[in-house]
Each structure stands twice: as C-alpha cells, then as structure tokens.
C-alpha cells in the first residue's frame, strides 16, 4: 500500500499510540513513525514492539520539521501543552490530531493556537483494551471500531478526507460530527454509564460490613453491568471533568428518572412504576442490535464447545477453510470438565447463518446469539 504520510509523529506512546503506531506500519499508511514519551523504558519497548521506528523523550526541531501527521496520544491534561512546546516546530501544512474522548474545548483551544498554514482536526478513536499502556498495543485494535474526526468550519475539506482515508486504512469505521455534539453524545453514552457503575459498585461496598455476602453474591450479573467500573479512576477523572458541563446535564437527566422511579415506588404505584419499565424495555428494543455504537455490528452467534485442548482453534479452521472471515471473538464461559461458550462475530452478511451450518456438520452445536 502507498504511504499517505511520509513521517508520523505520536506524543504519548502508550495503549492508544502504540496501538496507532502498529495499524500505521503494518498497512505501510507511513514512510517513518516515530514516538515521543517521558519514559524512555516505554519507548524503548514501543521499539521493540514495533509501534514506532524511534523513540525520543527530547524534542528537536528536526525531528518534527518532516512530519506531516503529528497525534497527540497523551493524557488530555497534557495534550494542549505538547502542542503549545512544539508549535515553533511544526512545518507549513502538517495534520495535527487527537484522540481524547472530549472534544469541544480542545478543539476550539487547538484552532485559537495555530495559524491557518497549520490543520488541526479533532479524533476520538472509540477503542481499547483491557491491559493499559504499549504492552497491550495491538495493531487490530481499531478494526471494526468506530473512529470518531470533530472537523469545524475551519477545517479544509481535503484535510477531512485525507484523515477519514488514512484511519479506514487501518480498519477503522469514521464518523463525522460536530465537537459539541460530539461530547454531549459520550457524555450519555459513556460518561455517565461509568458513573453509574462506580456509583452501584460503591453502594454495595457501602453494604460490605453489615452485609459480607453482598459482594460475593455480585460475582454474576452485577460484575457484568458494572465492569466498566474498572476502568483506571485517573484517566477517568480527566475524562470526566474534561467534560464537566455535558456530563452534568446527563447526570441531572438521569437524576429526575431515578427520582420519578423512586416516587412511584413510595407510592406504591404499581401500575406507573411497571409503565416506566416496559418503556426502559421498549426503548432498548429499538437499540439496532446489529449496531456496535453508530455503526453497524456484527452478526453473532455462540458454539458451545468441549473441554478439549485445540477445540477454539478448531472452530476456527473449519470456517477458515470454508472462506468465512471471523471478525470478533470472545470466550464467554469455560469450566473444567464441562466444556463452555464462544461468541464468534461476522461482519459479512450471511456468514453467522452459514457458520451454523457449517459447524453443525463438524457436530459443533451453535446458535444466533439473541438480538443478533
């Protein structure tokens, strides 16, 4: 594949970066990609990794007078200070980009920088991955995930599409919206769902003392609705308060729907009260369930599979074999002695339908996965 960009320069190595770095390399998106961190130990990691080409904690006027795509990776508390340090350096042209999860203020702040010779547009990749920093990169963390780019009326159109090219290079599905919206959108669908996990996880540590059986009676379903909980409390403070104003407009929101259930609830109003939830239930049914945020998902299916050594790899050959490309998988239950289940993800229409098919003549049981 042709490179897009002849050097790329990403400033904070670490999840999200590195990841970044590896897409880029591994599509050949790049001529040269080069990393900066103020950790050498990760950079030299990265290296070795192959996320990036050469890692500097120094910056230099060289090294960036030949990039054309700069990425700030780092922390948002940190990201318009790197942009600020390394302004003088930049050449006439270059594409800067982010990919913090708010937008609306770093943007504005980015354009209020830079001069027009200079094209900033805002990214927010929605993806990641349970082991934080370069030693989870992986370059397939962006395929199939959606790639958020915030361009305002003072970004040039070519610079728009060149971005929206580049990321679906890397398997990305890019979206455009407006930065305001944007951050309203996460505030609702992310923000405040992980607040509302944090929240239900401390209440029921609030019970542990008097109640010790509270939390290992939540080992099933409740660690399921609150794993979101467990995400670094760090970053999510930044995140939070990055997004202060839409994040309180949803907390206000879902403060008057929790209050609404707690009245009819008092008032012993069973009849509103069941109301209340069958339209809960109604409106997540209207949720597409083939939808993985705004973009279309991915049909699903789940095969029940034998405690045998070799089993997964197995299921995966034989639709190998048959041309049928697996897009997600997750193993879902395995106990010993007794076998468990996978859920097999596929983004070609008719391939989960096919797949069934398919592993039944091997004697492998499977089965849509509900709502799929």
Request: with cysteine.
């Amino acid at each position: 594949m042709k490179a897009v960009f002849h050097r790329v320069a990403i400033f904070g190595v670490g999840l999200i970066g590195g990841s970044l770095g590896m897409a880029i390399k591994k599509h050949g998106l790049a001529e040269q990609v080069i990393g900066f961190d103020i950790d050498q130990a990760n950079l030299q990691l990265a290296v070795e990794l192959q996320a990036i080409d050469q890692g500097f904690v120094q910056v230099e006027p060289e090294q960036l007078s030949e990039a054309d795509l700069v990425v700030l990776a780092a922390p948002i508390t940190v990201n318009l200070n790197i942009l600020k340090s390394i302004k003088a350096y930049l050449k006439p042209e270059v594409i800067i980009t982010d990919v913090g999860s708010t937008k609306a203020d770093f943007v504005k702040a980015c354009e209020e920088l830079l001069t027009e010779e200079h094209h900033f547009v805002g990214g927010h990749p929605m993806a990641g991955a349970e082991v934080a920093g370069v030693q989870g990169a992986d370059p397939y963390l962006f395929e199939n995930a959606i790639y958020i780019l915030t361009p305002t009326e003072r970004t040039k159109q070519h610079v728009t599409i060149k971005l929206q090219y580049f990321f679906e290079k890397i398997g990305a599905r890019v979206m455009l919206i407006d930065p305001i919206e944007h951050d309203l959108l996460v505030a609702s669908i992310s923000h405040l769902p992980h607040l509302i996990a944090s929240t239900l996880v401390n209440t029921v540590a609030s019970m542990e003392e008097d109640h010790p059986l509270a939390l290992v009676l939540a080992a099933g379903g409740f660690r399921d609705t609150t794993r979101i909980a467990s995400g670094d409390p760090s970053l999510w403070k930044d995140i939070c308060f990055s997004n202060r104003e839409q994040l309180l407009k949803m907390i206000q929101l879902f403060k008057e729907q929790l209050l609404t259930l707690e009245k009819q609830l008092a008032a012993s109003e069973r009849d509103e009260f069941e109301a209340s939830l069958a339209k809960a239930q109604k409106t997540r049914a209207k949720i597409p369930a083939k939808m993985k945020g705004y973009w279309p998902f991915l049909d699903e299916i789940i095969v029940t599979i034998p405690d045998r050594p070799g089993t997964i790899g197995q299921v995966a050959a034989i639709l190998g074999e048959q041309g049928i490309n697996i897009d997600d998988i997750e193993i879902l239950r395995v106990r010993e002695g007794e076998g468990g289940s996978l859920r097999l993800g596929f983004a070609t229409m008719g391939a989960a339908d096919k797949a069934i098919e398919i592993l039944a003549k091997h004697d492998l049981v499977a089965r849509k996965r509900l709502g799929s």
